[in-house]
C-alpha cells in the first residue's frame, strides 16, 4: 500500500497503523535482542500488532537503519552496492518518518545512542560467534 521510498506518498504508514505506533509505550523491561538476518538491535515493546504487512516492512527498514547508524561508514563505504543502496533506502525513510513527526518509541534517545554500537556488538558475537 503505503511504499516507504514512494516521495509522492503523504505518510509512510496508513492512518490506522500509524495511530497504534504512536500508541506504543516504551516498557522499562522491554527485551532487546539482535536480529540475526538483518544485524539490527529490536526491542520487544517497539511493534504494533494487527498492522499492515508494509507497515511491518517499514519498521523493519527504520529498525535496520537506526542499527546502521550506529556504525554508518561500515554501510555507506561498503564495497557491496546491495548494502549502499539498503542504506541509503533506510535512511531515506528514516528520514522521512522524522520529518513526518512520527512518535514511535524507536526513536528514543536511549535507543539511537551510539553507545549501543557495543550492545548490539556483543549480541552479534553470541549469534555469531566464529566471527
Known amino acids: 500500500m503505503n511504499d516507504p521510498t514512494d516521495s509522492d506518498s503523504n505518510d509512510l504508514f496508513p492512518p490506522a497503523d500509524r495511530a497504534k505506533i504512536e500508541a506504543l509505550t516504551e ?18 515493546d517497539e511493534r ?22 550506529y556504525r554508518p561508514e561500515e554501510f555507506r563505504d561498503s ?9 541509503a533506502a533506510c535512511r531515506a525513510t528514516w528520514e ?9 518509541i524507536g526513536f528514543a534517545p536511549s535507543r ?3 553507545a ?5 556488538l ?3 558475537k553470541i549469534d555469531l560467534p566464529d566471527l
Open 27 to 44: 516498557d522499562p523491561v522491554a527485551r532487546v535482542s539482535y536480529e540475526l538476518t538483518k544485524g539490527m538491535l529490536v526491542w520487544s
Open 48 to 69: 504494533p500488532r494487527d498492522v499492515e504487512l508494509s507497515t511491518l516492512k517499514t519498521l523493519i527498514m527504520l529498525q535496520s537503519c537506526r542499527s546502521m547508524m
Open 79 to 87: 564495497h557491496d552496492e546491495l548494502v549502499r543502496d539498503w542504506f
Open 96 to 104: 522521512k518518518a522524522r520529518a513526518s513527526g512520527l512518535r514511535w
Open 112 to 114: 539511537t545512542d551510539p
Open 116 to 120: 549501543n554500537l557495543a550492545l548490539l
Open 122 to 124: 556483543e549480541l552479534e
